[in-house]
């Protein structure tokens, strides 16, 4: 079992930028992939970004490749989303996601390549 508790959300003007991060209380932390999915307010939870147990394989979804960065600290037991250039549309909560299989898979199968879920945490975007 993976605990995972998100942090770093708040409110930010259009442009700005935010890093989230996901601590892991439990479990076996480096042998997952991480990632960050969000969902906004009526719409369904997507996957934003993905990272491979070792931190050597990154994905993104297309409306944040380039703005956002994801990075891991096995040492630390954390992963982070740099989030630049935000916009309005960046607007969600925020879930952090553990999976025993890829990134990769995270990417292509969406929630269904994830084993385990943070509660999450907002992001606000003004114009």
């Known amino acids: 079992q993976v605990q995972l508790v998100e942090s770093g959300g708040g409110l930010v003007q259009a442009g700005a930028s935010l890093r989230l991060a996901c601590a892991a209380s439990?479990?076996?932390?480096?042998?997952?992939?991480m990632g960050w999915f969000r969902q906004a307010p009526g719409k369904e939870r997507d996957f934003v970004s993905a990272i491979n147990w070792s931190g050597g394989s990154t994905y993104y979804s297309d409306s944040v490749k380039g703005r956002f960065t994801i990075s891991r600290d096995n040492a630390k037991r954390t992963v982070y989303l740099e989030m630049s250039s935000l916009k309005t549309e960046d607007t969600a909560v925020y879930y952090c996601?553990?999976?025993?299989?890829?990134?990769?898979?995270?990417?292509?199968?969406?929630?269904?390549?994830?084993?385990?879920w943070g509660k999450g945490t907002l992001v606000t975007v003004s114009s």
């Open positions: 439990s479990g076996t932390f480096s042998s997952n992939s």
């Open positions: 996601a553990a999976g025993l299989a890829s990134g990769a898979t995270m990417r292509l199968s969406g929630e269904r390549g994830v084993d385990y």
